[in-house]
């Protein structure tokens, strides 16, 4: 604290280091008045010229056998240091044109607009950062939009395409409309892309230089482009820069969720949950008795001052029925809430929980989001079989199958399965009825989801708004599906995916802004490498931001709220309301509608009238209800002689779990210099309270003495609520670490993947694809012969069978039998005797075939068979996934179990994948020419894209489904089929290096097995 009082903040150095450049920019500024608005135009295509040519010299410049990695960060360092040396002038250019514009108008999004811009200082600080690779924090209203004209300029000078990242179409259509007007007046081309596009559309708008869209569209394309037939079929042309506008709404709050392209399984509608769902409401009318009893017993304890059983009384009601009325209603009531803990405590100290809630049905932690069925429960479930719902110990029961000598090797072999199937069965059905159980108890109607036309929604809990085609995971769905008697959707299977983590670390350079991106620093600069910059408002912000007040009930609150809202609207002071869920917004309307006053409700529901309502959110009089502003994207404008009434007010009537959500919320008010001010409203019922910090707050408001409708401002409890607010941040951050941790191992065979998928879409010399795939192939048979031992020990006749049907080869082994134990005689030499006669045999087949036709005959299939075992290995690397957190319970590490099994299942299906690729090549049968073109244009058919929601992401509190089938196979090293730049043999010694850096010695034959654990080809040249 001291250093940045005598040296100032990190940001505050950096951007004190950037004064000079941006005296620079004006000063070009002032010189380019006397250009026209041709040359200005001509002067981007010198300087794009300039750029290209600084890529191709470097380009020709490297030898062709250095490594690919090696190479394009050579290049792009110099297009990078070529791009900064025209920063000062491209930015200049920017400015004059804005300038040029002033005062002149055009329709964006079907209305007249006005230019009045013209880039200040402090926006072109804001560019310098973005142009870095860096983030950019500005407040609302300080013009971010414009500030990435700027390095969005610049940066389109490579010619490769830049993209815009905003945080809906909306946005991305009126802000290429919009800014679209500066680039085409120097001579770019703009474009941007909407949901409803075709791949037509979507090609010709990637084409531009600069594009403009959301997170969802951009990583989409990705996984489609991924997935096409023909390059023509594909839409982007690679990840250059990227400019991500709300960056901590995109790569944060997003990041806790995969994008996922699926598709519908062939098998019927899973109805277990229907099954279900009798015994989960038969458990949870019990216990919601109970639980009343338990608050009924604890009331009349603490009446005869017996405080120790009165906190057990209170402690099994909250960890029974958590939300349930009685329980919120009794933790009102002073000391009630910490003798509870206390309690809770004490038996946590003394491991003795379970005592606690073994008198109950089930149990819930709210916090973590698990409940545990008791032995209780499950009596009532199955009380003739309590078993059937608890999951047995594999490991014992195969051990004791292991260890019986009454049962034949067959049989032991047969009671093996069965318990792998009781296994599986009894984890599936545990898993569901959790899912179930989680729906009836933790999730609310209108809170976490609406019901609209018989289809259950998620709501955004950051923006509030419906997301349509978005699922929860792992069942949760089904089971709100179920619970809400409404159809329950189709499993679907997984066909592409990724992580938004891992698709922006794509970019070769990201930057972002956002108004509140500080609180975030660690998370972006840890994931993403994003240093972020405070950058100074143009005029000093003077919104008056008031201390919260606590109530101790939601009722109090909300009357407080309306009362205040009543005595702005007398005076004509705009409000605008913020609340957290659909249900706080409505019940408020209600509410408003009583005292008869006029307001806007703008949530899940009403979104369709978001722009509308949002513009007039600022005029005298306004009453706005917004479910979080989060993103809402559009800056709020005071009316007429609102300003004199103190701008607009802020009321919030609850803490997001995020410090950012609340400071975007308050953002909205005194934008620019204006007046405003903000206050948020809290009750002890609030969630995040309840579950975070009510401990520490009730404790203070037990000091004080507050009663009953009696509201507390102090600096102690804003202190509480920010230290509750950092909790959920720090387990949130959890989440996306974890997520994060799973997709890169996924990610590195995702790479793998696409590079021979691209390398075969692309690629002109198929003939080479195919004769690589045939010798890794070849090697693989032989290698896992190898394995077994000595030659008398290989399995001969299943190798000629083999060759035989793959490759068409008859191969004699009796000559090689004998020869094979002469020292000279190696397994390579039988690869290459074997790979001698598949070249032969393939050679005649290429004879009788167009060569046209056989090439692109070999690209299908290689396409095809690809994301034929692709497809089948993210559905077998979902259901591990499902399983692993089981595994927990057998005291390993569920990652490095992912991790080590995820790897064994990518060999098999790479081994896999080649053994099916060259049975097809060698056996398919082709009858006419045009054969292969007709193949060759067919689709993937009904798929659907989901940002889907993830439930659990590996924490070992909530086991879910374990049907992984076995792999006790033994393993193939495996090669993937891509071409080496020169002839390398097999057992020649190269280099590579390793992720820490260390360089080791291995053969050639070894390198891809090396390369998808992350080690590095180094120039062998």
Request: hydrophobic fraction near 35%.
């Given at each position: 604290?001291?250093?940045?009082?005598?040296?100032?903040?990190?940001?505050?150095?950096?951007?004190?280091?950037?004064?000079?450049?941006?005296?620079?920019?004006?000063?070009?500024?002032?010189?380019?008045?006397?250009?026209?608005?041709?040359?200005?135009?001509?002067?981007?295509?010198?300087?794009?010229?300039?750029?290209?040519?600084?890529?191709?010299?470097?380009?020709?410049?490297?030898s062709?056998?250095?490594d690919?990695?090696?190479?394009?960060?050579?290049?792009?360092?110099?297009?990078?240091?070529?791009?900064?040396?025209?920063?000062?002038?491209?930015?200049?250019?920017?400015k004059?044109?804005?300038?040029?514009?002033?005062?002149?108008?055009?329709?964006?999004?079907?209305?007249?607009?006005?230019?009045?811009?013209?880039?200040?200082?402090?926006?072109?600080?804001?560019?310098?950062?973005?142009?870095?690779?860096?983030?950019?924090?500005?407040?609302t209203?300080?013009?971010?939009?414009?500030?990435?004209t700027?390095?969005?300029?610049?940066?389109?000078?490579?010619?490769?395409?830049?993209?815009?990242?905003?945080?809906n179409?909306?946005l991305?259509?009126?802000?290429?409309?919009?800014?679209?007007?500066?680039?085409?007046?120097?001579?770019?081309?703009?474009?941007?892309i909407?949901?409803?596009?075709?791949?037509?559309?979507?090609?010709e708008?990637?084409?531009?230089?600069?594009?403009?869209?959301?997170?969802?569209?951009?990583?989409?394309?990705?996984?489609?482009?991924?997935?096409?037939?023909?390059?023509?079929?594909?839409?982007?042309?690679?990840?250059?820069?990227?400019?991500?506008?709300?960056?901590?709404?995109?790569?944060?709050?997003?990041?806790?969720?995969?994008?996922?392209?699926?598709?519908?399984?062939?098998?019927?509608?899973?109805?277990?949950?229907?099954?279900?769902?009798?015994?989960v409401?038969?458990?949870?009318?019990?216990?919601?008795?109970?639980?009343?009893?338990?608050?009924?017993?604890?009331?009349?304890?603490?009446?005869?001052?017996?405080?120790?059983?009165?906190?057990?009384?209170?402690?099994?009601?909250?960890?029974?029925?958590?939300?349930?009325?009685?329980?919120?209603?009794?933790?009102?009531?002073?000391?009630?809430?910490?003798?509870?803990?206390?309690?809770e405590?004490n038996y946590?100290?003394?491991?003795?929980?379970?005592?606690?809630?073994?008198?109950?049905?089930?149990?819930?932690?709210?916090?973590?989001?698990?409940?545990?069925?008791?032995?209780?429960?499950?009596?009532?479930?199955?009380?003739?079989?309590?078993?059937?719902?608890?999951?047995p110990?594999?490991?014992?029961?195969?051990?004791?199958i292991?260890?019986r000598?009454?049962?034949?090797?067959?049989?032991?072999?047969?009671?093996?399965?069965?318990?792998?199937?009781?296994?599986?069965?009894?984890?599936?059905t545990?898993?569901?009825?959790?899912?179930?159980?989680?729906?009836?108890?933790?999730?609310?109607k209108?809170?976490?989801?609406?019901?609209?036309?018989?289809?259950?929604?998620?709501?955004?809990?950051?923006?509030?708004?419906?997301?349509?085609?978005?699922?929860?995971?792992?069942?949760?769905?089904?089971?709100?599906?179920?619970?809400?008697?409404?159809?329950?959707?189709?499993e679907?299977?997984?066909?592409?995916?990724?992580?938004?983590?891992?698709?922006?670390?794509?970019?070769?350079?990201?930057?972002?802004?956002?108004?509140?991106?500080?609180?975030?620093?660690?998370?972006?600069?840890?994931?993403?490498?994003?240093?972020?910059?405070?950058?100074?408002?143009?005029?000093?912000?003077?919104?008056?931001?008031r201390?919260?007040?606590?109530?101790?009930?939601?009722?109090?609150?909300y009357?407080?709220?309306?009362?205040?809202?009543?005595?702005?609207?007398?005076?004509?002071?705009?409000?605008?309301?913020?609340?957290?869920s659909?249900?706080?917004?409505?019940?408020?309307?209600?509410?408003?509608?009583?005292?008869?006053?006029?307001?806007?409700?703008?949530?899940?529901?009403?979104h369709?009238?978001?722009?509308?309502?949002?513009?007039?959110?600022?005029?005298?009089?306004?009453?706005?209800?917004?479910?979080?502003?989060?993103?809402?994207?559009?800056?709020?404008?005071?009316?007429?002689?609102?300003?004199?009434?103190?701008?607009?007010?802020?009321?919030?009537?609850?803490?997001?779990?995020?410090?950012?959500?609340?400071?975007?919320?308050?953002?909205?008010?005194?934008?620019?210099?204006?007046?405003?001010?903000?206050?948020?409203?809290?009750?002890?019922?609030?969630?995040?309270?309840?579950?975070?910090?009510?401990?520490?707050?009730?404790?203070?408001?037990?000091?004080?003495?507050?009663?009953?409708?009696?509201?507390?401002?102090?600096?102690?409890?804003t202190?509480?609520?920010?230290?509750?607010?950092?909790?959920?941040?720090i387990?949130?951050?959890?989440?996306?670490?974890?997520?994060?941790?799973?997709?890169?191992?996924?990610?590195?065979?995702?790479?793998?993947?696409?590079?021979?998928?691209?390398?075969?879409?692309?690629?002109?010399?198929?003939?080479?694809?195919?004769?690589?795939?045939?010798?890794?192939?070849?090697?693989?048979?032989?290698?896992?012969?190898?394995?077994?031992?000595?030659?008398?020990?290989?399995?001969?006749?299943?190798?000629?069978?083999?060759?035989?049907s793959?490759?068409?080869?008859?191969?004699?082994?009796?000559?090689?039998?004998?020869?094979?134990?002469?020292?000279?005689?190696?397994?390579?030499?039988?690869?290459?005797?074997?790979?001698?006669?598949?070249?032969?045999?393939?050679?005649?087949?290429?004879?009788?075939?167009?060569?046209?036709?056989?090439?692109?005959?070999?690209?299908?299939?290689?396409?095809?068979?690809?994301?034929?075992?692709?497809?089948?290995?993210?559905?077998?690397?979902?259901?591990?996934?499902?399983?692993?957190?089981?595994?927990?319970?057998?005291?390993?590490?569920?990652?490095?179990?992912?991790?080590?099994?995820?790897?064994?299942?990518?060999?098999?299906?790479?081994?896999?994948?080649?053994?099916?690729?060259?049975?097809?090549?060698?056996?398919?049968?082709?009858?006419?020419?045009?054969?292969?073109?007709?193949?060759?244009?067919?689709?993937?058919?009904?798929?659907?894209?989901?940002?889907?929601?993830?439930?659990?992401?590996?924490?070992?509190?909530?086991?879910?489904?374990?049907?992984?089938?076995?792999?006790?196979?033994?393993?193939?090293?495996?090669?993937?089929?891509?071409?080496?730049?020169?002839?390398?043999?097999?057992?020649?010694?190269i280099?590579?290096?390793?992720?820490?850096?260390?360089?080791?010695?291995?053969?050639?034959?070894?390198?891809?097995?090396?390369?998808?654990?992350?080690?590095?080809?180094?120039?062998?040249?």
């Amino acid at each position: 604290m001291l250093l940045s009082k005598l040296f100032g903040t990190k940001s505050e150095r950096e951007i004190k280091k950037l004064i000079p450049i941006v005296a620079e920019i004006n000063q070009v500024f002032d010189s380019l008045k006397t250009k026209n608005d041709d040359e200005l135009k001509n002067r981007t295509f010198e300087l794009r010229d300039q750029v290209i040519q600084a890529r191709k010299q470097v380009d020709d410049d490297l030898s062709p056998s250095m490594d690919k990695g090696e190479r394009d960060k050579l290049i792009s360092k110099a297009e990078q240091d070529e791009l900064d040396s025209n920063m000062v002038e491209a930015f200049a250019m920017v400015k004059e044109t804005c300038r040029r514009m002033m005062g002149q108008s055009w329709r964006i999004s079907g209305q007249e607009t006005k230019w009045e811009m013209i880039p200040y200082d402090v926006q072109l600080l804001g560019a310098i950062i973005l142009h870095k690779g860096k983030v950019a924090e500005m407040k609302t209203g300080e013009g971010k939009t414009l500030v990435a004209t700027m390095p969005l300029y610049l940066n389109a000078l490579s010619g490769r395409g830049v993209h815009v990242v905003t945080v809906n179409d909306y946005l991305a259509q009126r802000d290429a409309e919009w800014m679209g007007e500066i680039y085409r007046r120097l001579g770019l081309t703009v474009g941007f892309i909407l949901n409803s596009m075709d791949n037509m559309q979507r090609r010709e708008m990637y084409g531009c230089d600069i594009t403009y869209g959301t997170n969802n569209e951009y990583g989409f394309d990705y996984l489609r482009d991924n997935m096409a037939l023909r390059p023509e079929e594909q839409a982007q042309r690679g990840h250059a820069f990227a400019v991500v506008d709300e960056v901590d709404s995109v790569l944060i709050d997003e990041a806790r969720t995969p994008l996922i392209i699926s598709g519908a399984v062939d098998a019927p509608v899973d109805n277990t949950f229907m099954k279900l769902k009798p015994d989960v409401q038969l458990l949870v009318k019990k216990q919601a008795t109970m639980v009343s009893d338990f608050v009924r017993e604890a009331r009349k304890l603490l009446d005869d001052d017996s405080e120790d059983e009165a906190g057990l009384k209170l402690l099994q009601a909250r960890r029974g029925l958590p939300k349930h009325p009685q329980v919120m209603k009794v933790f009102q009531e002073s000391g009630t809430l910490k003798l509870s803990q206390d309690i809770e405590s004490n038996y946590m100290r003394d491991k003795k929980l379970h005592e606690v809630d073994d008198d109950m049905f089930f149990s819930i932690d709210e916090k973590s989001h698990v409940i545990d069925i008791t032995e209780k429960g499950r009596n009532v479930l199955a009380p003739e079989n309590p078993d059937a719902f608890v999951i047995p110990d594999l490991g014992e029961l195969l051990l004791e199958i292991d260890e019986r000598n009454d049962i034949s090797p067959v049989q032991r072999e047969q009671e093996k399965e069965k318990a792998h199937q009781l296994h599986a069965d009894r984890s599936g059905t545990i898993h569901n009825f959790n899912q179930l159980m989680r729906a009836y108890t933790m999730y609310e109607k209108d809170v976490e989801y609406v019901v609209q036309e018989g289809k259950v929604l998620i709501v955004d809990e950051f923006t509030g708004r419906v997301l349509p085609g978005r699922r929860y995971s792992d069942g949760l769905h089904q089971a709100l599906e179920a619970k809400e008697n409404v159809r329950i959707e189709r499993e679907t299977q997984t066909l592409a995916t990724i992580t938004i983590q891992n698709y922006f670390r794509l970019y070769d350079k990201l930057a972002g802004m956002t108004g509140t991106a500080e609180t975030e620093a660690e998370e972006l600069g840890s994931i993403y490498k994003l240093d972020v910059v405070v950058i100074p408002t143009h005029r000093d912000i003077i919104r008056d931001d008031r201390n919260d007040l606590v109530y101790k009930t939601k009722r109090e609150k909300y009357n407080a709220v309306i009362d205040e809202i009543s005595d702005c609207n007398q005076r004509r002071q705009p409000v605008l309301v913020g609340t957290i869920s659909v249900e706080v917004s409505e019940l408020l309307s209600r509410m408003l509608k009583r005292k008869n006053i006029l307001h806007n409700v703008l949530n899940a529901k009403q979104h369709q009238r978001e722009a509308e309502i949002v513009i007039r959110a600022g005029q005298p009089g306004a009453v706005t209800i917004a479910t979080n502003m989060a993103g809402r994207g559009t800056d709020i404008k005071l009316g007429d002689g609102v300003k004199d009434l103190g701008g607009l007010h802020i009321l919030g009537t609850e803490r997001h779990d995020s410090r950012r959500i609340d400071l975007q919320l308050r953002g909205r008010s005194g934008r620019q210099g204006d007046s405003g001010s903000s206050r948020f409203y809290l009750s002890l019922e609030d969630d995040l309270m309840r579950l975070f910090g009510s401990d520490r707050v009730a404790a203070i408001m037990d000091r004080m003495g507050v009663e009953d409708g009696e509201v507390i401002t102090a600096g102690m409890v804003t202190r509480a609520i920010g230290n509750a607010q950092n909790k959920v941040e720090i387990r949130n951050f959890g989440v996306r670490k974890h997520l994060l941790e799973y997709d890169d191992v996924m990610n590195q065979q995702r790479q793998v993947v696409y590079d021979i998928r691209d390398q075969a879409l692309s690629g002109e010399n198929m003939r080479d694809t195919v004769s690589q795939i045939v010798e890794d192939y070849v090697a693989d048979q032989i290698d896992e012969q190898s394995s077994l031992g000595s030659p008398e020990e290989w399995e001969w006749e299943r190798l000629k069978q083999n060759f035989a049907s793959h490759l068409l080869v008859d191969t004699n082994f009796e000559n090689v039998k004998k020869g094979v134990n002469n020292p000279d005689v190696t397994s390579d030499d039988i690869i290459d005797w074997i790979i001698s006669e598949a070249q032969s045999v393939y050679k005649v087949r290429e004879s009788l075939i167009p060569e046209e036709v056989i090439r692109g005959f070999e690209r299908f299939v290689i396409l095809r068979t690809i994301d034929e075992k692709w497809k089948d290995h993210l559905y077998a690397m979902d259901q591990l996934r499902e399983g692993i957190n089981l595994r927990a319970y057998g005291q390993k590490n569920p990652l490095l179990e992912y991790k080590s099994e995820g790897f064994k299942m990518f060999q098999e299906m790479m081994a896999d994948m080649n053994s099916v690729i060259v049975q097809r090549m060698f056996r398919t049968q082709l009858e006419g020419m045009d054969q292969a073109p007709q193949i060759q244009g067919r689709q993937v058919r009904n798929i659907q894209v989901q940002h889907q929601d993830t439930t659990g992401m590996g924490f070992t509190g909530q086991p879910q489904r374990s049907g992984q089938a076995r792999r006790d196979q033994p393993q193939q090293a495996v090669r993937t089929p891509i071409k080496a730049e020169r002839k390398i043999g097999r057992n020649e010694k190269i280099f590579v290096q390793a992720p820490n850096g260390k360089k080791i010695e291995i053969k050639y034959k070894k390198l891809q097995h090396f390369l998808s654990q992350g080690y590095t080809e180094l120039d062998n040249a």
